[in-house]
């Protein structure tokens, strides 16, 4: 039976030791910069380019423009359980992430992107609207408020039709650059962290884009979204 060339294309770029960590490094489903894999495969940052490049190239991986960033991440679900399965039979290793400080992880738990929520309850809220089916993803990196969600939104506090969307619509799927996943943004976005800092659940530094998340804003994610806070840093 002659061999699948498809299949043969897809082992030699995974056979890569650099590339295979970077494969790796995006197994968990996060979305990762260039300089992040190049530092996971241990090569420098040009060589880390000509690796995305061939693995782009393969299909293996996408990339997603989010400002001036790039980022990427596996191309579907199907590479990721290939690297599964290849991992399951190969020696054990740990993937080589960057270690952060004590103020990036602060500012990772929660943050102001632009004008609106992002970090780890960032993500989380905005999964947790998705969960709830408050929120759809849509086409060119927008979301739906279901007639659901606008009822929820109007409980919380927030009138969704009151909102003017922009030229990029009324709610955007905004690539988190901790998490590496969406957070809400647009107008809906930025009216919404306004609305969380009036009744007292978050606090917006003045210093710092990051976010505080009040006693009372706690128990408000405890039973809208079974969030928790974390431990002390």
């Not at 400080?101 to 960032?122: K, T």
């Not at 408050?134 to 927008?142: C, H, R, S, V, W």
């Not at 590496?180 to 009744?199: E, N």
Request: a positive charge; hydrophobic letters at 45%.
């Amino acid at each position: 039976m002659p061999a699948n060339p498809n299949l043969s294309s897809a082992a030699f770029l995974i056979a890569d030791g650099a590339r295979a960590a970077m494969l790796m490094a995006l197994a968990d489903g996060r979305a990762k910069p260039a300089g992040e894999l190049a530092y996971a495969a241990r090569v420098t940052a040009q060589t880390a380019s000509s690796h995305l490049a061939k693995l782009l190239a393969g299909g293996l991986i996408d990339v997603e423009a989010e400002g001036r960033h790039r980022y990427y991440r596996l191309a579907g679900p199907q590479v990721a359980q290939a690297l599964e399965i290849l991992a399951s039979i190969a020696p054990a290793g740990s993937v080589r992430l960057k270690p952060r400080s004590r103020e990036a992880e602060r500012l990772r738990l929660a943050r102001c992107c632009y004008d609106h929520l992002a970090g780890q309850v960032g993500v989380a809220v905005t999964q947790g609207l998705q969960a709830h089916g408050y929120l759809q993803a849509a086409p060119e990196k927008q979301f739906v408020v279901t007639p659901e969600g606008a009822g929820w939104f109007a409980r919380t506090g927030l009138d969704v039709a009151a909102i003017a969307p922009t030229r990029r619509g009324l709610a955007r799927q905004c690539l988190d650059w901790t998490e590496r996943q969406h957070h809400l943004a647009g107008p809906l976005g930025v009216q919404f962290l306004r609305l969380l800092c009036a009744k007292g659940w978050m606090h917006r530094g003045r210093e710092s884009r990051r976010i505080e998340v009040t006693p009372a804003g706690w128990i408000w994610l405890k039973q809208e979204f079974s969030m928790d806070p974390p431990s002390p840093l």
